[in-house]
């Protein structure tokens, strides 16, 4: 009995002995590092944990909107990043935020911190079990952060939500931005449902096993990563989709919803301000669609509504209107879509109707979204829709699928009156499509009007200010 208690008091102990060292090293790196900015000794440190903060991707410009605009309304508090870019420097960081994003940081009130075991969290890392490896990987990773610098308030914006149970246990108040969710019931709904399609005669017995173990595995990490994440006290995701995977994750198991912080929505920016300049009036007849060659964008939709649309209305072929699909083809599989495609026009009989746009520079593809009247979004539960949002920046009246982010978050109706279509079918698409060319000029330049305006409010720097202060970030300071 005895010495199962001693067993088990020694890691404890062990624990927090060096949870007390570290905190006590980092204390004097704080005072370090407020000295070297001359700033006084009392200054409150809000930190980021963001490994990658010199990607200048989309989950980046989130990074750094947060802390421009903290340093404009806040301009007593410190902001820490923790990076694992080691290569950077301050000075380089921010040159490229600047030039990036044109976002200007002030580097007075600006501190990095440097990690160095950045390797923990890397993908190559881990060949097997990548989700576990990454979140213990996190683990060791926030233990260098915390070894570094002790801050007043925490927030994960990169998903490393592991690391917030390790913050909690200093007493540091933590929340999340959430971009996409680690795991979530639906998508372990869909391993389990492939590896039930997939099973076959002979190798039943021995994959039902395996994929026993890969369910049960996938169930365990789920559990403890919203054990993890309901460690945050703010807690935003960048959508709706994000956010209904998140709440499925909070309530996961018999864990029942008592003392929950509820995910907020908080949207990234889009930068639409040369979409917004475009001319609203005098569009040609033609349909865009801008997507990768992907299976899931599901171009053959498009060229199966305008096959519709000229059966339904055979005046089209003579007056003449155009699809046009833009978008990136990468790699074989990529052309070999396209090569499935341009059989499927002719096969349909409306090649002459159709073109494609691939790898086309910027300046190409916005001079379609200045020429264009309508722009198809023709996915199944997209996540967001970044495209269709620079659609009605831009002016093109968008006609999307009827689910995920179109549906949820971005064609919605401004004081009433819509801003685009959803459809679902090539035969919906392509009534929407009729409906769109045979609006009256008016009513297609207000459509067009409104769609812009929303497109360039919703999702503008403003809003997005206004959001992160709703989600109550400053309660981690309090
Ligand atoms: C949210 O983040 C995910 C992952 O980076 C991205 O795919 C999605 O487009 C983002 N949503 C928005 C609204 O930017």
């Known amino acids: 009995m005895n010495s199962i208690l001693l067993a088990s008091l020694l890691p404890v102990s062990l624990v927090l002995v060096s949870l007390v060292y570290l905190q006590a090293r980092s204390a004097k790196q704080r005072r370090v590092a407020l000295q070297s900015l001359s700033l006084p000794p009392s200054t409150k440190a809000f930190a980021f944990f963001h490994p990658y903060c010199d990607a200048g ?24 990043v923790y990076t694992g870019d080691t290569a950077a420097t301050k000075t380089s960081i921010l040159e490229k935020v600047q030039s990036r994003f044109a976002i200007n940081l002030s580097p007075a009130t600006l501190h990095f911190v440097f990690l160095t075991k950045r390797v923990f969290i890397e993908d190559s890392t881990y060949p097997r079990l990548t989700l576990i490896g990454q979140s213990l990987g996190s683990v060791v990773l926030v233990a260098e952060a915390l070894s570094l610098f002790v801050p007043d308030a925490y927030i994960d914006t990169m998903g490393y939500a592991f690391t917030l149970p390790i913050v909690r246990l200093l007493g540091i108040p933590a929340g999340a931005y959430v971009h996409y969710p680690t795991i979530s019931p639906p998508m372990i709904a869909r391993v389990a449902s492939r590896s ?22 996938y169930h365990a990490f789920m559990l403890l990563y919203a054990l993890a994440l309901r460690r945050a006290g703010v807690l935003m995701v960048n959508s709706s989709w994000t956010r209904n995977h998140v709440a499925r994750v909070l309530a996961y198991g018999t864990l029942g919803r008592w003392g929950v912080v509820r995910p907020r929505v908080v949207y990234p920016s889009c930068d639409t301000r040369e979409m917004a300049r475009l001319p609203l009036e005098g569009r040609a007849r033609v349909v865009i669609s801008i997507a990768q060659f992907r299976p899931e964008k599901n ?152 769609a812009r305006t929303r497109a360039v409010q919703e999702f503008s720097e403003a809003k997005f200010e206004a959001a992160w202060e709703a989600s109550g970030w400053a309660t981690l300071l309090a």
């Open 299 to 450: 171009h053959a939709a498009q060229v199966r509504a305008l096959h519709a649309l000229l059966e339904a209305h055979p005046a089209y072929k003579a007056e003449g209107i155009e699809l046009v699909l833009i978008g990136g083809c990468r790699n074989a599989e990529d052309k070999a879509r396209v090569e499935g495609l341009r059989a499927l026009a002719r096969e349909l009989g409306v090649e002459s109707h159709v073109q494609f746009v691939l790898n086309a520079p910027y300046p190409d593809v916005l001079a379609w979204l200045g020429r264009a009247s309508i722009g198809l979004n023709t996915m199944v539960d997209e996540h967001f829709g970044i495209n269709v949002v620079e659609f009605m920046a831009a002016g093109v009246i968008p006609i999307a699928d009827a689910s995920g982010g179109p549906l949820e978050d971005i064609i919605l109706p401004v004081e009433g009156e819509i801003t685009g279509y959803h459809a679902m079918t090539p035969e919906t698409f392509a009534a929407a499509i009729h409906t769109a060319l045979t609006l009256s000029s008016a009513e297609d330049l207000a459509i067009r009007q409104r």
């Open 57 to 80: 991707g989309g989950g980046e410009r989130v990074l750094w909107s947060a802390i421009a605009y903290i340093q404009r309304t806040h301009p007593d508090l410190l902001c820490v």
């Open 196 to 217: 039930t399609s997939y099973a076959n005669a002979q190798a039943i017995s021995r994959s039902r096993v395996l994929s026993t173990m890969k369910l049960a595995y």
